[in-house]
């Protein structure tokens, strides 16, 4: 079965790729370009992952319109995304941003009649958004299921109650290749290790007692 | 309260907008630009409307994946339109189209702390698309009320109900500017007079016994 996976090129996306790879899905990779700050980064990611797992076919959307939201740190860098300033104000949080991700799955998998969408959203032990949360993914099924002629695209979430720490230990099992993936929102040539997606991905890899290649 | 309203620069929606003005809504007018046949013209449309209201704050959003979907007519300005072919393939129909919209309209009102979204779909009377049933728009209420922060963002559907003449009655009544709606799916200078949604705004206004100043 064809199945669109989310792919940003993170620890999260590429953990649950290798799990969709493992349950024998046709992948169809789909990476969302939204003028965030990592966003070469990513794109390097997504197609240096591709390449690790021999997936030619790739689809990456073009979505600039987040970009306007000047008061968000992902996508405005003249805004401190360090984990002081983030605490605060929670500037990585982009409104609905996995709502118009899904959505827009959703319509390439309507199109393309590929039968699930994998997303790596974790609703515990990741930033707490309120588009990350079991209730969000079943509610959206629901949308997915009215919404579209045949209602058969099932929405899976295979880490959506693991730890961060957790997602390491099955990505190390299942042999993803962590020093191809990137989680830093900034977009420098390194990880800035200060924001909360360096600190969450330092903390993960130390309580999984696994080696991060990339610091 | 501040309503983002859905303005495709057609009937049903340039209705719903005259609505929410009536009703008394802060208005942001939101318009989807997805590469369809009728970008240019819907585009003239959603200015003209937004002029004869005086409103000026407008938010254009540059959508262009859906213009891969080759296969779909609104997009692929090779595919033939006319009601025969429209009802043997369903050109027309754009898979999760509303989804998609819906979901970047909850976005931007999340971000604007907008209390509504206002979209002119109508269940009945239509083309019968699955993004257009009612049972579709409770579910996305749903996916907004756990998808956002506040989950305090109202879905408004003024019109689901109501047939297309009952649309032009209610827009004749509330003053709708129709000589500066744009209907057609295709793109040429003056509507084409063929297709699903050019005989569908016909078919309305002579039931409505309300003389299209279009045509």
Not at 158 to 175: A, C, R, T, W, Y
Request: aromatic fraction near 8%.
């Amino acid at each position: 079965m064809k199945a669109i996976v989310l792919l940003s090129g993170g620890l999260d996306s590429t953990t649950t790729l290798a799990v969709a790879i493992d349950r024998g899905f046709e992948i169809l990779p789909l990476h969302l370009n939204y003028r965030h700050r990592a966003q070469k980064k990513e794109l390097e990611a997504f197609d240096a992952i591709l390449n690790h797992y021999g997936i030619e076919r790739r689809l990456v959307v073009e979505l600039p319109f987040f970009s306007r939201f000047e008061k968000r740190g992902l996508v405005n860098p003249e805004l401190d995304l360090s984990v002081e300033s983030y605490n605060d104000s929670r500037l990585s949080y982009l409104p609905f941003r996995n709502g118009v991700m899904l959505a827009i799955a959703t319509a390439i998998a309507e199109e393309e009649e590929a039968g699930a969408i994998f997303a790596g959203v974790m609703e515990e032990d990741s930033s707490g958004y309120p588009d990350c949360r079991e209730k969000f993914i079943q509610n959206f099924q629901q949308t997915i299921n009215s919404g579209t002629k045949k209602g058969d695209i099932t929405l899976m979430t295979p880490i959506i109650h693991l730890k961060k720490s957790e997602v390491v230990l099955l990505g190390n099992k299942l042999g993803v290749p962590f020093h191809l993936t990137w989680s830093c929102y900034g977009g420098d040539e390194r990880p800035c290790g200060r924001c909360a997606s360096c600190l969450l991905r330092r903390s993960a890899f130390e309580k999984a007692g696994v080696k991060d290649p990339l610091t």
